[in-house]
């Protein structure tokens, strides 16, 4: 009688086991403080060009991958800015996820760019995420900017990702 209790405790065990690493990564992803969402925005709908750099690209594999994003990114307008927004999308063909961003000035865009209508404010962007909480899949990266309800637009960096599982990497030309 004894042995057939310790079968089923373990049995038990076993099932809860399984179970525990089944459902990690919802589990580890309720602690983090996570800033990916899944996009609703229209991605085929272009208006104002997007002039943007990538100044830092940052990976760090610990138990929970986070990768840190800087650079600065603007569309030209003359007009106010204060509630400016800076999202970065990733974009498969079954899912997009939108990254929201912190913003900051780089006074030194107005000198570089003279002939165009740079905002004098909140042109730098930088953000940190977790991609843990991605489906697996290929990605393309997009920039979203808008400056004002009138001056905003979406445009296309033309690089790509891959994510699966714990992985987060930047497919190089060619590579499949």
Not at 37 to 44: E, Y
Not at 64 to 79: L, N, R, S
Not at 107 to 120: E, I, Y
Not at 143 to 166: A, C, L, P, Q
Request: proline share 2%.
């Amino acid at each position: 009688m004894r042995v057939i209790n310790k079968n089923w405790i373990y049995f038990i065990l076993i099932i809860f086991w399984g179970l525990l690493i089944i459902s990690l990564t919802p589990i580890v992803l309720l602690f983090v403080d996570e800033n990916v969402n899944k996009s609703s925005l229209l991605i085929d709908k272009k208006n104002d060009q997007v002039n943007y750099a990538i100044d830092n690209w940052s990976y760090y594999d610990n138990i929970i991958p986070k990768i840190t994003i800087d650079g600065w990114a603007f569309v030209e307008t003359k007009h106010d800015n204060s509630n400016k927004t800076v999202k970065l999308i990733f974009s498969s063909d079954d899912v997009s996820y939108e990254i929201d961003s912190d913003l900051h000035n780089r006074q030194g865009l107005v000198k570089v760019f003279k002939d165009k209508n740079v905002p004098k404010d909140r042109t730098g962007f930088s953000t940190t995420f977790s991609p843990l909480g991605m489906t697996n899949g290929d990605y393309s990266l997009l920039f979203y900017v808008s400056e004002n309800e009138n001056d905003y637009g979406i445009i296309d960096t033309g690089r790509e990702f891959r994510k699966h599982f714990r992985t987060f990497k930047e497919l190089k030309g060619g590579e499949e």
